[in-house]
């Protein structure tokens, strides 16, 4: 059976490297993969490529650095291209983004079977792109692999009991990423002559409407620069971050590093004290490595997170970070074994596509 798997984006690399591990335990399996480029600089891209140990792409699109319309539809026109020459079984896409919808889209009009893993989850902000490429894909897909209950409660409220697509709670690939890897954790390089035994922050600032809204990121920084002269901060600023700060001309005194590649940041996340982020996935990673986090958002599709206490949502309003910082600096945040799946959440995957009828 032929599967072929969508990815183009940095989250996307992670949750592919271990459910393509998985694939490759089968030998009735075969996996193409298809690189879309949307994050296409080394520190975006490639670096991931080799630290999970993930083969070369079998194709590489090159598709990047477009808006969402252009983006999404040069993406649908080649995807459909190699779709009739591989003629898979089945299309895997992950998680929200234009290649998840344009993989998605591409198969459901030649009627290949699509599998969506992290099927379900919801912001309930539809002016998010992640929001409506998720709910689309959603639409698109033979089953919806869904890594919480919330998230199959997400869809019975869509009324997916009364489709034919198969919705199946099978935990997180993610999950799975973080107790594979773990054990691989590296320093980056430029931290390390930085003594990281001491409490420190990690942070992260990337989404659009935090970037693109000048109050906001101006809110953001101010904090940040706040609770950097209490504990020290360390943020890998994504490019585009970079670059709306310098136009902005705003002082960042925190302590910036290039972005860097998932072992790097999961030896951040195992040191680090407290998680500042505005992350969709960043939010699961610390709670896995028993980390608070405070979401730099108004909403999460990660509600259990919020419910159980580990992770407090604060916008972008200085006073609402500064208030869930005092609050969580204090904090201990255990990890339920159960939560997420327990780690097996690619075995389940694989044996529900080998079982599919």
């Known amino acids: 059976m032929k599967v072929l798997t969508i990815i183009g984006a940095r989250p996307q690399f992670i949750k592919a490297a271990v459910v393509s591990k998985e694939i490759q335990k089968h030998p009735e399996l075969s996996e193409i993969v298809v690189h879309t480029g949307q994050h296409f600089d080394k520190n975006m891209s490639a670096i991931f490529f080799e630290q999970m140990g993930i083969r070369k792409a079998d194709y590489n699109l090159k598709i990047s650095s477009l808006g969402h319309g252009a983006m999404t539809g040069r993406m649908l026109e080649a995807i459909e291209s190699i779709l009739l020459k591989e003629r898979p079984e089945w299309v895997l896409v992950y998680g929200d983004t234009n290649s998840t919808l344009a993989g998605a889209l591409a198969a459901s009009k030649l009627h290949i079977k699509v599998a969506h893993i992290e099927a379900g989850l919801r912001s309930f902000n539809m002016k998010m792109p992640e929001e409506q490429n998720r709910i689309l894909t959603d639409q698109l897909s033979s089953v919806?692999?869904?890594?919480?209950?919330?998230?199959?409660?997400?869809?019975?409220?869509?009324?997916?009991?009364?489709?034919?697509?198969?919705?199946?709670?099978?935990?997180?690939?993610?999950?799975?990423?973080?107790?594979?890897?773990?054990?691989?954790?590296?320093?980056?390089?430029?931290?390390?002559?930085?003594?990281?035994?001491?409490?420190?922050?990690?942070?992260?600032?990337?989404?659009?409407?935090?970037?693109?809204?000048?109050?906001?990121?101006?809110?953001?920084?101010?904090?940040?620069?706040?609770?950097?002269?209490?504990?020290?901060?360390?943020?890998?600023?994504?490019?585009?971050?970079?670059k709306i700060i310098q136009k902005l001309d705003l002082s960042l005194n925190v302590t910036v590093i290039?972005?860097?590649?998932?072992?790097?940041?999961?030896?951040?996340?195992?040191?680090?004290?407290?998680?500042?982020?505005?992350?969709?996935?960043?939010?699961?990673?610390?709670?896995?490595?028993?980390?608070?986090?405070?979401?730099?958002?108004?909403?999460?599709?990660?509600?259990?997170?919020?419910?159980?206490?580990?992770?407090?949502?604060?916008?972008a309003n200085k006073e609402n970070i500064l208030s869930a910082y005092r609050e969580l600096k204090v904090k201990n945040i255990k990890r339920s074994s159960l939560d997420y799946g327990g780690g097996d959440a690619c075995a389940r995957i694989v044996k529900e596509l080998m079982a599919y009828e």
């Not at 998932?262 to 004290?273: G, R, S």
């Open 144 to 242: 919806l692999f869904c890594p919480t209950s919330s998230a199959i409660d997400n869809l019975r409220n869509e009324n997916f009991d009364n489709k034919k697509a198969r919705v199946i709670e099978v935990g997180d690939v993610m999950l799975d990423a973080a107790l594979e890897f773990q054990g691989n954790a590296r320093c980056p390089k430029m931290l390390q002559n930085v003594d990281l035994s001491k409490p420190f922050v990690l942070s992260t600032v990337h989404r659009a409407e935090n970037t693109d809204n000048e109050t906001n990121i101006k809110n953001i920084i101010s904090a940040l620069n706040q609770i950097h002269e209490e504990i020290p901060i360390i943020l890998p600023l994504h490019p585009r971050t970079k």
């Open 258 to 315: 290039d972005p860097i590649g998932y072992l790097e940041m999961v030896y951040l996340l195992k040191k680090c004290k407290l998680v500042i982020c505005d992350s969709g996935g960043l939010q699961k990673e610390a709670y896995f490595f028993e980390k608070p986090c405070i979401t730099l958002r108004e909403e999460t599709e990660w509600i259990e997170l919020v419910e159980m206490g580990s992770n407090i949502l604060t916008g």
